[in-house]
């Protein structure tokens, strides 16, 4: 029985990513892939002042080794990945027009290249597959006006161009159903990180937990709430520590691994309360971050509109942690099971957040440790190999 030939991939991001670069690596040692990434930026690959962050940084994995992948040339005249006229590669038309057919996977719209590229893939034959975020529940904060503005641009114009929509959850895919994307289009593609990877640190951490608490100097009997993720108002991380103030706790710590434009708000809020065991650890590269993983019993996830999935909820869910997630957290109708592996509150209810960990952390050890390995199993199919899977399975003849 012939072989099918190998399919010819290109993937189109802003940028070198931290989540992305080992997918790209995993994918492209399968003999079935030719895969090529087209960035439209080098932002990452030195270090530079994050926005969100607000310090200067460089991830300390390899973002390019590993696979095939060009740096095209920006012509914007105001360089950015941060507003959509702030990439305009116009190199991405050359590229298209030379490639042999491929799958052509466009990481969402919210750049000009983007838009070059679905149009110009569509022109030149290729597949057009597009992996956006956005879950429709952030749909509903936006006003009508808007609302319909978007309905008419992407029902109309944008989305017809597409073969297939790789969604990342169940949310990702009612949004894309909200604007006329027919079932047959519709591709589940989870969102995940390297869980090999995670899972393997997990292993070498946990018999060090005392350990490395000590050298944080955290308590060894407490309990520790883990939030992973910048300091910015759509994390909300205030209303973690406000939550925490509310149950007076006793033996337990909370950490804040990340960094952020509220770390003053954060530190004038513990300093008038006098609250004690409070860590703000700066920020972690992604060398560093199993340590926090491994020490804590808690994650938390309290981010309001924006937070488009949360891709520190699969992290945390590795290194067997029961969850706590708001409702606005794109992934929590995919990666929480209420009461077996975490629990659920409404966005800004600090109150009902105080009331969900004293809940949680009332519960002895053994029980804790159940609702973790029920996250590790639960996250276990959001992997790369399920990608990998879902790519050759779609589109190998």
Same mark, same amino acid.
């Given at each position: 029985?012939?072989?099918?030939?190998?399919?010819?991939?290109?993937?189109?991001?802003?940028?070198?990513?931290?989540?992305?670069?080992?997918?790209?690596?995993?994918?492209?040692?399968?003999?079935?892939?030719?895969?090529?990434?087209?960035?439209?930026?080098?932002?990452?690959?030195?270090?530079?002042?994050?926005?969100?962050?607000?310090?200067?940084?460089?991830?300390?994995?390899?973002?390019?080794?590993?696979?095939?992948?060009?740096?095209?040339? +920006? /012509?914007?005249?105001?360089?950015?990945? %941060?507003?959509?006229?702030?990439?305009?590669?116009? #190199? @991405?038309?050359?590229? *298209?027009?030379?490639?042999?057919?491929?799958?052509?996977?466009?990481?969402?719209?919210?750049h000009a290249t983007n838009w070059l590229a679905i149009?110009?893939?569509?022109?030149?034959?290729?597949?057009?597959?597009?992996?956006?975020?956005?879950?429709?529940?952030?749909?509903?904060?936006?006003?009508?006006?808007?609302?319909?503005?978007?309905?008419?641009?992407?029902?109309?114009?944008?989305?017809?161009?597409?073969?297939?929509?790789?969604?990342?959850?169940?949310?990702?895919?009612?949004?894309?159903?909200?604007?006329?994307?027919?079932?047959?289009?519709?591709?589940?593609?989870?969102?995940?990180? +390297? /869980?090999?990877?995670?899972?393997?640190? %997990?292993?070498?951490?946990?018999?060090?937990?005392? #350990? @490395?608490?000590?050298? *944080?100097?955290?308590?060894?009997?407490?309990?520790?709430?883990?939030?992973?993720?910048?300091?910015?108002?759509?994390?909300?991380?205030?209303?973690?520590?406000?939550?925490?103030?509310?149950?007076?706790?006793?033996?337990?710590?909370?950490?804040?691994?990340?960094?952020?434009?509220?770390?003053?708000?954060?530190?004038?809020?513990?300093?008038?309360?006098?609250?004690?065991?409070?860590?703000?650890?700066?920020?972690?590269?992604?060398?560093?971050?199993?340590?926090?993983?491994?020490?804590?019993?808690?994650?938390?996830?309290?981010?309001?509109?924006?937070?488009?999935?949360?891709?520190?909820? +699969?992290?945390?869910?590795?290194?067997?942690?029961?969850?706590?997630?708001?409702?606005?957290?794109?992934?929590?109708?995919?990666? *929480?099971?209420?009461?077996?592996?975490?629990?659920?509150?409404?966005?800004?209810?600090?109150?009902?957040?105080?009331?969900?960990?004293?809940?949680?952390l009332s519960k002895n050890t053994e029980e804790i440790?159940?609702?973790?390995?029920?996250?590790?199993?639960?996250?276990?199919?959001?992997?790369?190999?399920?990608?990998?899977?879902?790519?050759?399975?779609?589109?190998?003849?």
């Open positions: 029985m012939k072989e099918p030939a190998p399919i010819n991939v290109i993937i189109i991001n802003s940028h070198p990513i931290q989540y992305f670069a080992p997918l790209y690596q995993y994918i492209a040692k399968d003999s079935f892939i030719k895969l090529n990434v087209y960035y439209c930026s080098n932002y990452g690959l030195n270090a530079e002042l994050d926005k969100l962050f607000g310090v200067n940084v460089k991830w300390d994995l390899s973002l390019l080794d590993g696979y095939s992948y060009k740096i095209l040339k +920006n /012509n914007s005249t105001n360089p950015s990945i %941060y507003s959509f006229w702030g990439l305009l590669n116009l #190199e @991405i038309i050359y590229q *298209l027009w030379k490639a042999p057919k491929s799958v052509i996977w466009i990481h969402g719209w919210a149009f110009f893939s569509k022109v030149f034959g290729h597949t057009v597959c597009l992996r956006g975020e956005s879950p429709l529940c952030h749909e509903w904060s936006k006003s009508k006006l808007s609302r319909l503005r978007r309905k008419l641009i992407f029902k109309s114009v944008l989305f017809p161009l597409v073969d297939r929509f790789f969604y990342i959850g169940k949310q990702n895919k009612a949004f894309y159903e909200y604007f006329g994307v027919k079932d047959q289009k519709l591709i589940w593609m989870p969102y995940a990180v +390297n /869980n090999d990877f995670f899972r393997e640190q %997990y292993l070498i951490n946990y018999p060090k937990r005392d #350990e @490395i608490r000590r050298r *944080l100097g955290i308590n060894l009997n407490d309990r520790v709430i883990l939030y992973s993720g910048k300091y910015t108002n759509k994390k909300r991380p205030i209303d973690l520590l406000k939550a925490y103030h509310l149950i007076k706790p006793s033996n337990v710590s909370l950490i804040f691994m990340g960094e952020g434009d509220m770390r003053k708000e954060l530190e004038s809020y513990i300093k008038e309360n006098q609250l004690q065991n409070v860590y703000l650890t700066g920020f972690i590269n992604q060398s560093e971050i199993a340590n926090f993983y491994s020490i804590a019993n808690v994650y938390v996830m309290c981010s309001g509109v924006g937070e488009t999935w949360g891709l520190s909820t +699969n992290e945390a869910m590795n290194f067997k942690l029961p969850i706590v997630l708001s409702d606005q957290v794109g992934c929590a109708e995919d990666l *929480l099971e209420e009461g077996h592996n975490g629990f659920l509150y409404q966005a800004g209810d600090v109150v009902q957040l105080s009331l969900i960990l004293e809940k949680l440790s159940e609702m973790g390995d029920k996250s590790s199993k639960k996250v276990g199919i959001y992997s790369y190999g399920t990608i990998l899977s879902v790519i050759k399975d779609t589109f190998l003849k």
